[in-house]
């Protein structure tokens, strides 16, 4: 009987390592591709506002990965007003309005993303998806 149990253990070990190591490597991948935050000169001489931006870009996120996409807007629109020209924010809008399948101020957001960075895969591919569910 103690081995039976001992063998269920590890069956649900192995499904968590299994079904977990997906997830973590999606977000590091995310996290990988983000592209990195450079601290201005106007930002280092206003310590407060840069701070104020990333608690607002980071309330955003949290929101979002609780599945709240309406108030991830709201602290990321008040992100964005602090840091107009941060892709990043501009891309996780574009992310939360596509959860609410609101296709073309997603497609707005991200275009604006790319105006800032033509570079940023991910917000690309938040284009993309926006894109092709709008024409569907």
Do not use: H
Not at 114 to 132: G, Q
């Amino acid at each position: 009987m103690e081995n039976r149990e001992n063998s269920d253990k590890v069956i649900t070990a192995c499904l968590f390592i299994i079904i977990l190591l997906p997830v973590v490597f999606l977000i590091k991948q995310r996290i990988e591709q983000a592209p990195k935050i450079e601290v201005t000169q106007a930002e280092k001489q206003n310590p407060n506002k840069t701070a104020a931006f990333n608690a607002c870009l980071n309330q955003g996120l949290e929101y979002y990965y609780a599945k709240e996409y309406e108030k991830s807007i709201e602290s990321t629109k008040k992100a964005i007003a602090l840091n107009p020209k941060n892709s990043s924010a501009y891309n996780n809008l574009c992310s939360a309005y596509n959860e609410l399948y609101m296709w073309e101020k997603a497609i707005e957001a991200c275009s604006l993303a790319l105006k800032i960075d033509s570079n940023f895969t991910l917000a690309k591919n938040n284009l993309n998806w926006a894109k092709n569910n709008l024409n569907q």
